[in-house]
């Protein structure tokens, strides 16, 4: 008899994709409050409402496993993982911030239950790249990574977005050094040509918590990572909104900072080149001798992406035994699957990994010789 995954936010772009991924090997059950019809006859939708207690358990108790791919996440929080873990089952999200934040509660601590989280676009592969890279290391001394986009965005991911700059999601400003976060601090309008960017950007550090874990487990001294943010009217905008933290909690003004920031980013979007691009360049030692290698690739379609990450993770905790609370997702997918998945379907592009020259510091030139 074939397990039953249980998909939330079933209709929207990434419901559809992780329901495209599986639904060959598991039967599918989508959920959302307005009807949905799929030609699959391994797909059935049932009406649910995951605001509705007696609904969203309803739905989660005729399921082996439920992905989360609805939103905003901010309003959703801890709603559909709290009654996974209530029907035993485990749980897969998108995004799953709420999640992390709350992993030593006893929900999480004491379950024998899987929670994978982060299996999104950002956290779906900026975490999983490095864990395919760092194999062709003896010693990781340094990754720098750059991360991203202009592109099309929806409501929902856009209030996630403003909600991220206000939880304690990770450090801006701040790199990761031998298991510390330190300040880290660049020139705010000082452009930046990185290879595989269209044009030069303007960086932003930031160190995530998904990112300071992945660090850890890939023995990774220090890690500097950037937005990547290809116009100074989106830096203003991320800028500006740190200024609203002490009303992002009032709903109101929530859907009003959302409203507003759409025109804005739409506005982007309908006027410049779209694109999403991800750069992950490390040195180290191998063998005794300084190597470099950096990895580049282009996302086709952000929504792809999470879909079939999501569904991936999915897979392997029906599949596998998988550690109990919650893991990001680059914690128990293999990279190299997750990479030749996404490379097959086309949904990324451009990936290719190639061995750079080490840069050399003043003093070494000088001891060298070189001028």
Same mark, same amino acid.
């Given at each position: 008899?074939?397990?039953t995954?249980g998909v ?8 559809k ?12 059950l989508?959920g959302?409050?307005?009807?949905c019809e ?12 995951i605001?509705? $207690?007696e609904? !969203?358990d +309803?739905?989660?108790?005729q399921?082996? #496993?439920?992905?989360?791919?609805? @939103?905003?996440?901010?309003? &959703? ?9 209530a ?28 929670f994978v989280?982060?299996a ?5 592969l900026?975490?999983?790249? $490095?864990?395919? !890279?760092? +194999?062709d290391?003896?010693?990781?001394? #340094?990754?720098?990574?750059?991360? @991203?986009?202009?592109?099309? &965005?929806?409501r ?12 304690d999601?990770g ?25 595989g960017?269209?044009?030069e ?42 200024e ?6 009032q ?23 779209l694109?999403n691009?991800i750069?992950?360049?490390l ?5 005794g001798?300084?190597?470099?290698k950096a990895?580049?690739?282009q996302?086709?379609e ?9 569904a991936?993770?999915a ?13 990001w ?30 840069d050399?510091?003043e ?9």
């Amino acid at each position: 008899m074939k397990k039953t995954v249980g998909v939330l936010g079933c209709g929207g772009a990434v419901g559809k994709e992780v329901i495209r991924h599986l639904s060959e090997k598991y039967s599918i059950l989508g959920g959302q409050r307005s009807f949905c019809e799929f030609e699959n006859k391994n797909v059935k939708w049932i009406k649910t409402d995951i605001f509705d $207690p007696e609904s !969203l358990d +309803r739905f989660c108790r005729q399921c082996d #496993l439920v992905i989360n791919s609805a @939103g905003p996440s901010s309003k &959703i929080k801890l709603r559909v993982a709290e009654c996974a873990a209530a029907n035993n089952i485990d749980y897969v999200d998108t995004s799953g911030e709420s999640i992390y934040i709350e992993r030593e509660t006893d929900l999480f601590k004491d379950t024998s239950n899987s929670f994978v989280i982060g299996a999104g676009l950002e956290a779906g592969l900026s975490g999983l790249i $490095p864990y395919r !890279l760092v +194999r062709d290391f003896d010693e990781v001394e #340094l990754a720098e990574c750059y991360f @991203g986009s202009r592109q099309r &965005i929806s409501r929902a991911s856009l209030m996630d977005l403003l909600c991220s700059c206000f939880i304690d999601s990770g450090y801006a400003n701040a790199c990761y050094e031998n298991g510390k976060i330190v300040s880290h601090k660049v020139p705010r309008e000082e452009k930046h040509r990185v290879p595989g960017f269209r044009d030069e950007i303007y960086r932003k550090p930031y160190i995530s918590n998904e990112i300071i874990v992945m660090a850890g487990q890939c023995g990774i001294k220090a890690v500097k990572w950037y937005h990547a943010i290809a116009d100074m009217e989106t830096m203003n905008i991320l800028d500006t909104l740190f200024e609203s933290v002490d009303r992002i909690d009032q709903e109101d003004f929530l859907e009003a900072l959302t409203d507003k920031y759409m025109v804005m980013f739409d506005a982007i979007a309908n006027t410049r080149p779209l694109f999403n691009s991800i750069l992950y360049d490390l040195t180290g030692i191998k063998n005794g001798e300084p190597i470099r290698k950096a990895t580049l690739c282009q996302v086709e379609e952000a929504y792809r992406l999470c879909g079939v990450v999501s569904a991936l993770a999915a897979e392997h905790l029906l599949e596998n035994r998988c550690k109990e609370g919650v893991s990001w997702a680059c914690e128990v997918l293999d990279a190299e699957k997750v990479i030749e998945t996404l490379v097959k379907d086309n949904i990324l592009r451009d990936f290719k990994t190639v061995t750079l020259p080490v840069d050399k510091n003043e003093d070494e030139e000088q001891d060298s010789g070189e001028l």
